[in-house]
Each structure stands twice: as C-alpha cells, then as structure tokens.
C-alpha cells in the first residue's frame, strides 16, 4: 500500500512538470515558425517593393517558395497577411496561448 502511495505522489509532482514543459516547447516550435514566415516575408518584401504580402504567397513545396509549408503543433492559427514592421503573432497555441514574434 506505501508503495503505490509513493508511486501516486511521484507520479503527482512529475505530471505539472511534464506540461510545463511540453508548452515551454510548442511555444518554442511556433515561435520559429514565426522566426521563418518573417524571414520569407522580409525576403518577398525586398524583392517584390511592397508592404504587405499574403501568407499563402510565401508558403508552398516548390522552390519559387519563400518558406516550407510546416506543420502546426498545437493547432494554432497565423495571420493571413504579413505586414511588414509589425509583430507575428500566432493565436490559439494549445487553444488557450499566443505568441508573438518581432515588435
């Protein structure tokens, strides 16, 4: 009976832990993601001379591509369009968080 005492109070310690961590890396995933999707609109900005560019512009598969289409990670949602000197900010990390990149 002790035994499974002790089991339910490690297992009761490592389980917040283990969450903290897991959100600690989404947030880290997303926020590359954000780190690469203003890169490439940095990139379509300077080449084509505008101030705003749609995010389906810069994603794809083919080489034309500014950046690799990539998998969400915690079913979050990135803006549509970019604009240029203003913060990335993905909405709805793990349905409760949001990050934000730049400014």
Request: hydrophobic share 45%.
């Amino acid at each position: 009976m002790i035994v499974v005492v002790i089991i339910g109070l490690l297992a009761a310690m490592a389980i917040p832990s283990f969450q903290k961590v897991r959100s600690s890396s989404q947030d880290k995933a997303v926020l590359n993601n954000l780190r690469q999707l203003a890169t490439g609109m940095n990139e379509y900005l300077l080449e084509r001379g505008v101030s705003s560019v749609a995010t389906s512009d810069l994603m794809g598969s083919n080489s034309s591509q500014y950046v690799k289409t990539f998998q969400t990670v915690a079913n979050e949602t990135y803006p549509a369009v970019l604009l240029s000197g203003a913060a990335l900010t993905a909405s709805g990390v793990a349905g409760a968080r949001t990050v934000t990149y730049g400014n």
